[in-house]
T-cell receptor
Framework: DAKTTQPPSMDCAEGRAANLPCNHS???????VYWYRQIHSQGPQYIIH???NNETNEMASLIITEDRKSSTLILPHATLRDTAVYYC?????????????FGQGTILTVHP | GAGVSQSPRYKVAKRGQDVALRCDPI?????LFWYQQALGQGPEFLTY????????KSGLPSDRFFAERPEGSVSTLKIQRTQQEDSAVYLC?????????????????FGDGTRLSIL
């Protein structure tokens, strides 16, 4: 699976949008971009995933560049409960069973 | 809600003891994964099951680690002769992905893990 690069930490004010970047310059054609987050003492929580089109769900939006070498996770109105470690993961698609390779992630701190 | 359930939530054992960690996946999920998370690190893959078949155990750190899923639902991760470096959070995840469906790409859903401390 392709490696990803994320900033180690970011801050965001409550109520503002949080934009978390991720570089995955070696991504291949059948690999998906997944985002998970992990709040202290809990297991990773699935947020969103996409292949090449932008995606939106009730939690977040995922913007993938046209060349697919980078993506941005957007939390439109961050709350204090969004403080967590956010992991960007590239996962093989097709018939691969898709084990996840986690990096260090980005520690997002939402402050009042 | 019927999420992934892991037990016990915390386990303390003395060095040299055997431990067994249980995972109840989401009902009907074919795929089951075990991960190990050391303090301050991201989770690392240990092993994968599709139904009762263990298709990948490349991440198991030694032959002291053993996992099973005999009926294709509940899974147990067993660690024999525990050592202090085995102290970590052990996470289980399940998904509806199957190898028979190309591009199914279903997300993995995680339990809250078992925190294992070896004294």
């Amino acid at each position: 699976d392709a490696k990803t690069t994320q900033p180690p930490s970011m801050d965001c004010a409550e109520g503002r949008a949080a934009n978390l970047p991720c570089n995955h310059s070696t991504i291949s054609g059948n690999e998906y971009v997944y985002w998970y987050r992990q709040i202290h003492s809990q297991g990773p929580q699935y947020i969103i995933h996409g292949l090449k089109n932008n995606e939106t769900n009730e939690m977040a939006s995922l913007i993938i560049t046209e060349d697919r070498k980078s993506s941005t996770l957007i939390l439109p109105h961050a709350t204090l409960r969004d403080t967590a470690v956010y992991y960007c993961i590239v996962r093989a698609g097709g018939t691969s069973y898709g084990k996840l390779t986690f990096g260090q992630g980005t520690i997002l701190t939402v402050h009042p | 809600g019927a999420g992934v359930s892991q037990s016990p939530r915390y386990k303390v054992a003395k060095r040299g003891q055997d431990v067994a960690l249980r995972c109840d996946p989401i009902s009907g999920h074919v795929s089951l994964f075990w991960y190990q998370q050391a303090l301050g690190q991201g989770p690392e893959f240990l092993t994968y099951f599709q139904n009762e078949a263990q298709l990948d155990k490349s991440g198991l750190p030694s032959d002291r680690f053993f996992a099973e899923r005999p009926e294709g639902s509940v899974s147990t991760l067993k660690i024999q002769r525990t050592q202090q470096e085995d102290s970590a959070v052990y996470l289980c995840a399940s998904s509806a992905d199957t190898l028979q469906i190309a591009n199914s790409n279903q997300p993995q859903h995680f339990g809250d893990g078992t925190r294992l401390s070896i004294l």
